[in-house]
């Protein structure tokens, strides 16, 4: 592991941001925000009070009554003035992210370009959500469907895209005409409040949306149970979420659920070896592997799998890990020491049942909650890291020989985010894009995410989408309207 960077200029101020204001931690609870590359308290963080939840949804309410009024041109004005201060802004603003996440600054900068993409995007389809009109009734009738913006949303991400994840939340949102309440992760605080500060700066009005801290089930359980909220939108776990949907259930709340997944990767004979191994080495250590469409279940074809394993290992040895700080770090920690507990038990327990550890497999020195990348090979099916998302830097290899055989094994698990396949046979990849079951599909890529495109998986790996005229959709009602 490369060595310890200084963290240089001030992380940030935590604060609450209540409608508008931005409220600090007088007497409130607080806990301690960590660098995970370094293992420092760097700050802490104040919970929000039921007291400043209330607030928040009477802001929330009356928000969403001003912000729905706003002309849509200026709403989309408004959410690209935020994407151009998102760009100013970018060094500080990946820094801060670096800093409580860990990913290496370069990351932390294409995320903040994301952020920025995102919010731009959302303020020019908020332009377009047309209706349309039937054919009428007969004279002096008329029939029509509008959209209108579903309500006040209340929206909790995650902490490993600690700038796009609030930018997706937001900006479905904001661009719908709703407003919302954001609770971001805890572990990530300042790079959410980062993003609420150029939406503020940007000229969205006091009450449109807040961003609140606190215990996770008690801060949702208390936003859900409140009639205010009429759209909740969720991104991480698949217990969580399951856990989330039973609370608005109570309120008939729409929902969004980003669940987990454990994407598996199709690699065929006829395949340029060489680009498919510095794509997925690119691919699967990026953040430390923990991200939702993380490739890890390689599936590749005999014929060329000892070459794979020993081509993806060699690639492995050379990454340098350390302080995301540091430039010549190409990956960082994971998030906290649970995760690092969490990964390592995945391990030893695969190695138990006769997995083959080809490099990595254990901690590295040193402060910080670093894991080595490692590349297992010859994994029994029931091991749990077969079956159970990692969410780390691991990457599993096994062969195959029958193609029916491995798409029944890929579309074996009942995740379905993303899944990917190689291959040079046209017919090939219009078969894998049809047979397997995903929300997203890369067929010789791993770019599967653009603000255009819908991103949202399938079983339990959720439903709905964010991005994409589908994220915009899940925050419009269709209302049908026949005159006489």
């Not at 802490?44 to 309410?61: F, G, I, S, Y």
């Not at 900006?171 to 605080?189: F, M, N, Q, R, V």
């Not at 096994?398 to 029944?408: E, L, M, T």
């Amino acid at each position: 592991m490369s060595s310890v960077v200084k963290m240089g200029a001030a992380y940030a101020d935590l604060n609450l941001f209540l409608g508008g204001e931005w409220v600090g931690a007088g007497d409130r609870q607080c806990e301690q925000v960590m660098n995970p590359a370094t293992e420092e308290a760097i700050g802490n963080l104040p919970h929000a009070t039921t007291a400043d939840l209330d607030l928040a949804l009477r802001k929330a309410e009356q928000g969403f009554a001003a912000w729905r009024a706003v002309n849509p041109d200026e709403r989309s004005r408004i959410l690209k003035k935020a994407a151009d201060l998102l760009y100013e802004r970018k060094e500080d603003i990946a820094r801060i992210a670096t800093i409580e996440s860990g990913k290496p600054l370069a990351q932390t900068r294409i995320e903040v370009m994301m952020s920025g993409h995102i919010f731009e995007w959302y303020g020019e389809e908020g332009r377009r959500a047309y209706g349309r009109v039937l054919q009428q009734g007969g004279p002096g009738t008329r029939m029509y469907v509008v959209k209108e913006p579903v309500g006040p949303v209340a929206a909790f991400a995650p902490w490993n895209f600690p700038l796009g994840n609030p930018a997706r939340k937001l900006g479905a949102a904001l661009g719908a005409g709703c407003s919302c309440i954001l609770k971001p992760a805890e572990e990530t605080p300042a790079s959410a409040l980062e993003v609420a500060r150029c939406l503020q700066d940007a000229g969205v009005p006091d009450g449109v949306f807040s961003v609140v801290f606190g215990v996770p089930a008690e801060v949702s359980a208390y936003l859900l149970a409140s009639p205010v909220i009429r759209k909740m939108s969720f991104t991480g776990s698949v217990p969580v979420g399951k856990s989330l949907m039973k609370l608005s259930a109570d309120n008939m709340i729409r929902t969004t659920m980003e669940l987990g997944g454990h994407a598996p990767v199709l690699v065929f004979d006829d395949v340029d070896l060489d680009s498919v191994l510095d794509q997925s080495v690119t691919a699967k250590f990026r953040n430390a592997g923990q991200v939702c469409v993380s490739p890890t279940r390689f599936f590749v074809h005999e014929a060329h799998y000892q070459k794979f394993v020993q081509g993806f290992s060699e690639r492995v040895k050379q990454l340098t890990v350390g302080n995301g700080l540091d430039e010549n770090n190409a990956m960082g920690p994971l998030i906290h020491a649970r995760r690092l507990e969490a990964v390592e038990a995945f391990v030893d327990e695969a190695v138990a049942q006769g997995a083959r550890v080809q490099t990595g497999g254990r901690r590295l020195d040193g402060p910080g909650y670093f894991y080595a990348p490692t590349v297992l090979s010859d994994v029994p099916t029931t091991a749990r890291i077969m079956n159970e998302e990692p969410f780390g830097p691991v990457a599993i290899i096994n062969p195959f020989s029958d193609y029916d055989a491995v798409i029944r094994e890929a579309n074996r698990l009942p995740y379905g985010l993303a899944a990917f396949a190689f291959t040079n046979s046209a017919r090939r990849c219009k078969l894998v894009g049809q047979q397997l079951e995903a929300g997203m599909v890369g067929v010789n890529t791993y770019a599967i995410s653009v603000p255009a495109s819908p991103f949202g998986g399938i079983k339990h790996s959720g439903h709905g989408s964010e991005e994409g005229i589908e994220g915009l959709d899940d925050h419009l009602i269709t209302k049908f309207i026949s005159e006489a």
